[in-house]
């Protein structure tokens, strides 16, 4: 499978890059009592970070904010999932586990201020490509409507639609069935290479330390265009 990012996205930001993991031979399941403490500890450790500072200025929730605005969509109105993630933190209302692939994309999400996506590679056809949505573009998601993405980033295979910082679909979900899965970070274009890629092993090596099973790392940016797995 190819994975390729459309080379226009670079006019608008040059210093874009998305970030790859792709993982073999997890196992899913309920996620160890470690991680749900961790995870619960940082909710109420952000809440209280979140009375004194806004969402909004959270270095990297801002930064994506900008990236959002820069390719056309309303940050007010279609906001991007970690800050969306954040919002209900700020609310008290902590998110509550569903499983180890979920909990952990949430909790990196949390960790770097990024958008976060995981997907079940066998419900994946063709190759992959990231690039800009129109009106036509939609798929139904995750939070049980259907969801326009104009103006929004997004992944497509074969089938269409499939992925975006803003919300994912129903159908590449991942679930304590999925063995390989692809994880597409939306990294902060601030970060160089080096850092991204740091960043991105830190993640992968967590990961499969909970779900078993073998990760490869890559970058999309411009100086990458497309990668295989």
């Known amino acids: 499978m190819n994975i390729s990012i459309n080379d226009e996205l670079f006019t608008t930001n040059d210093q874009l890059k998305i970030g790859i993991i792709h993982y073999t031979k997890i196992v899913v399941s309920e996620s ?18 979140l009375q004194e500072n806004p969402v909004t200025e959270r270095p990297g929730i801002a ?20 800050e969306s993630l954040m919002r209900r933190i700020a609310k008290q209302n902590y998110l509550s586990p569903v499983h180890s692939a979920v909990d952990l994309n949430n909790f990196f999400s949390l960790q770097y201020e990024i958008p976060i996506g995981i997907y079940d590679e066998e419900k994946l056809e063709g190759n992959v490509e990231l690039l800009l949505g129109d009106k036509n ?45 692809i994880h597409i970070f939306y990294l902060r274009p601030s970060l160089n290479e080096t850092e991204c890629l740091q960043l991105l092993n830190t993640a992968g090596k967590m990961f499969t330390q909970v779900n078993g099973g073998d990760f490869d790392t890559a970058l999309l940016s411009k100086n990458n265009l497309v990668i295989t797995i």
């Open 32 to 49: 160890p009592q470690m991680i749900k403490g961790r995870t619960q500890l940082y909710q109420e450790n952000l809440y209280l970070e």
């Open 137 to 181: 573009t939609g798929y139904e998601g995750l939070n049980g409507r259907f969801n326009s993405l104009k103006n929004i980033l997004y992944s497509k295979d074969a089938n269409g639609a499939f992925g975006s910082p803003f919300v994912d679909s129903v159908r590449t979900a991942v679930t304590e069935q999925t063995r390989n899965a």
């Open 63 to 82: 930064e994506w904010r900008k990236v959002w605005k820069s390719f056309g969509a309303d940050p007010n109105r279609y906001r991007h999932s970690a």
